[in-house]
């Protein structure tokens, strides 16, 4: 239903038209001087009034209150409170959830922002920002979310509805999920609305922040947003081991759960499962990875590091073994076979890349530890030369090969996992082809978040918009910084980590007693959403706390170092000490579970990798320990870490 901005009340207490800097409200409707931006309104209920109140916390940023109570008992009750940005939005987001409508990739995600001619709603649970929305119209940049609730009877609603001529920000209690609920990978289910009655004289609130910018190019209105977002975000401080209990931990899960050998391999496993009789297992398929999930070249120079520091002989042999090992893995014509175990399949550029950097830094972890190993400089070299000559005209790299070197696809931005590696080559030897094959990837890919204001397709499980392809561009940006000394590039990284940080959780959520997260302790906060394919928690973030800390260390702005934090502290919570025991299975020293269900995603999807209806899976996956230890390795101030 579409309504005029110069509608100024709908029912709701008028208040009186005042200046508030260059922002004002004239009854329900903001504007700026005499131009309408938006309106306030909140649809008439039978039996409910409702009253509002607006506090000016700053001259972009106010917070209304919407205040309902019930004048007579109410059995079933639907509210709702909305500002409808007066413009048609050419981008819009809900964080986490929907990009523009996620109409990029080939995943089963929701599309668009309706289902079946019917606005979708969605849960503050899937939301980084409690109910965030955030829409670009033709002069500004509106964004609203609300407070995180308090308790379960809280819990609300969100709808982006983007129109020919106005952008509709609402948010509905009681908490709903309509006319589906996407509860997991490319799969519905039936929509969802609890029943929520109100006895006569009980309230009901909804608090809505709105905040506003003009309009900027590259959608660089999103940092406002986010730069408020985050200081009115409370900050709880998660109790954690110490750097010193994680880093012993991580080394005993990866040489006493992970180690694998089998016929030629000797290496790391992908990860543990349980079993029937309450023990664990190693997956008995895909089981070998030199990254990604695997992180077997992470994991062996970890435990390198841990013989130069703690003087282990069993990591030493370990770690070189690993990596003599896979170093066997190189193909003629300079690819490298990612998957030990599936030698014939795809080469994915995330692997790829992953493999080349560390590569060349086992050469160098090798040395330190008394060992001439040559061919694992040279293996990372000879990655770089395929990909630099496979390079397309317009920078691209690719996003998976076959192993006979042909190209399977090119899409999305993971192919920028090759772009450190590059830099790497470059630094080492000094040839201007590397850098200027890596300038040319970097800008290509920069320029699609720029210009999308997303990336994408780094989740090797998914084809979608994503959080983790944008890591290669952070920490491209910031390795083209310390080569070159040009500031662009840290404005670059900044660019970057404002799109991060929609995928970040700024708010603990609250949930019954009886479920994990209670009876574990477990705190959203910090955490990050993994896609829009893929709705839940993982610690995944790990892996880019020291790029956050060096930007803060770049820029002076404090907030990337609090961030950095507040990952680290999510990341680390249920590492198990050998004694921990969750949902009746006793862990594995070291060991830490992949996904967190924060909202109605995964509960349903019973089997190996989870039980119906718990939050934290039982898959003890490999990379988890391998991010901690490399942050780690890479972070010299450990105190900086400590709670």
């Given at each position: 239903m579409k309504r005029g901005l110069l509608i100024l009340a709908l029912g709701s207490v008028l208040l009186s038209c005042r200046e508030e800097g260059t922002l004002r409200w004239e009854g329900m409707t903001l504007k700026e001087g005499d131009t309408p931006i938006g309106l306030f309104e909140v649809p008439e209920v039978a039996g409910i009034s409702h009253r509002e109140a607006i506090e000016k916390l700053d001259g972009s940023t106010y917070k209304l209150t919407c205040t309902f109570e019930a004048l007579e008992d109410k059995d079933d009750v639907r509210l709702e409170a909305r500002f409808v940005h007066g413009s048609k939005a050419d981008f819009w987001m809900i964080p986490s959830v929907s990009y523009n409508g996620n109409e990029w990739g080939k995943g089963g995600e929701p599309k668009g922002a309706k289902e079946d001619g019917e606005w979708r709603t969605v849960s503050y649970r899937r939301t980084p920002i409690p109910g965030a929305m955030y829409s670009e119209g033709t002069q500004y940049a509106v964004a609203t979310w609300s407070d995180a609730p308090a308790a379960l009877q809280d819990g609300f609603s969100l709808s982006l509805q983007p129109e020919d001529v106005q952008t509709g920000h609402c948010y509905l209690w009681p908490e709903e999920e309509m006319p589906l609920t996407y509860s997991r990978r490319d799969h519905f289910q039936s929509g969802y609305r609890y029943a929520s009655p109100l006895r006569k004289g009980q309230t009901v609130t909804i608090p809505v922040y709105i905040h506003v910018t003009p309009l900027k190019e590259e959608h660089g209105a999103l940092r406002s947003f986010m730069d408020k977002a985050w200081e009115l975000a409370p900050k709880p401080e998660v109790k954690v081991f110490s750097p010193e209990k994680l880093w012993e931990l991580g080394i005993r899960y990866a040489r006493e759960?992970?180690?694998?050998?089998?016929?030629?391999?000797?290496?790391?496993?992908?990860?543990?499962l349980p079993t029937p009789e309450g023990s664990w297992k190693q997956r008995t398929g895909g089981k070998y990875e030199i990254g990604w999930c695997g992180q077997n070249a992470s994991y062996a120079i970890s435990l390198l590091q841990d013989y130069l520091k703690n003087g282990s002989k069993e990591s030493l042999e370990k770690g070189m073994t690993?990596?003599?090992?896979?170093?066997?893995?190189?193909?003629?014509?300079?690819?490298?076979?990612?998957?030990?175990?599936?030698?014939?399949?795809?080469?994915?550029?995330?692997?790829?890349?992953?493999?080349?950097?560390?590569?060349?830094?086992?050469?160098?972890?090798?040395?330190?530890?008394?060992?001439?190993?040559?061919?694992?400089?040279?293996?990372?070299?000879?990655?770089?030369?395929?990909?630099?000559?496979?390079?397309?005209?317009?920078?691209?790299?690719?996003k998976g090969w076959r192993p006979d070197g042909s190209c399977i696809y090119r899409e999305g931005t993971i192919g920028c996992f090759l772009v450190p590696a590059m830099l790497e080559a470059y630094r080492r030897s000094g040839k201007e082809d590397y850098l200027q094959s890596a300038q040319k990837a970097y800008a290509h890919y920069l320029s699609e978040l720029k210009e999308l204001g997303f990336t994408t397709a780094g989740a090797l499980d998914t084809w979608c918009i994503d959080k983790e392809s944008s890591i290669a561009l952070l920490r491209s940006a910031l390795r083209f910084h310390r080569l070159t000394g040009e500031k662009q590039y840290v404005e670059d990284a900044v660019a970057v980590s404002y799109y991060l940080s929609t995928w970040l959780w700024h708010y603990d959520e609250v949930y019954p007693q009886e479920e994990d997260f209670s009876r574990y302790g477990y705190h959203t906060f910090g955490g990050t959403s993994v896609s829009v394919q893929h709705n839940h928690l993982d610690p995944y973030a790990l892996y880019w706390v020291p790029e956050w800390v060096e930007l803060s260390d770049l820029t002076g702005d404090p907030q990337w170092r609090e961030k950095a934090l507040a990952i680290w502290r999510n990341g680390n919570q249920l590492v198990s000490d050998g004694t921990l025991e969750l949902n009746g299975l006793v862990r594995p020293a070291g060991s830490q579970n992949e996904a967190y269900f924060e909202c109605q995603w995964g509960l349903g999807a019973a089997g190996a990798y989870n039980k119906e209806g718990q939050r934290i899976n039982n898959w003890l996956v490999a990379w988890p320990g391998a991010f901690r230890l490399e942050t780690l390795r890479r972070i010299n101030d450990w105190d900086l870490l400590r709670n």
């Open positions: 759960s992970l180690w694998a050998e089998e016929g030629d391999y000797k290496g790391f496993s992908i990860g543990l690993t990596l003599d090992t896979w170093s066997h893995c190189g193909l003629p014509n300079g690819l490298f076979t990612v998957h030990f175990d599936n030698p014939d399949g795809s080469v994915d550029a995330c692997n790829l890349g992953t493999a080349a950097v560390n590569f060349f830094e086992a050469y160098d972890m090798a040395k330190a530890c008394g060992f001439e190993r040559p061919e694992y400089e040279e293996l990372a070299y000879r990655i770089c030369d395929f990909v630099k000559a496979d390079q397309q005209e317009n920078g691209c790299y690719a």
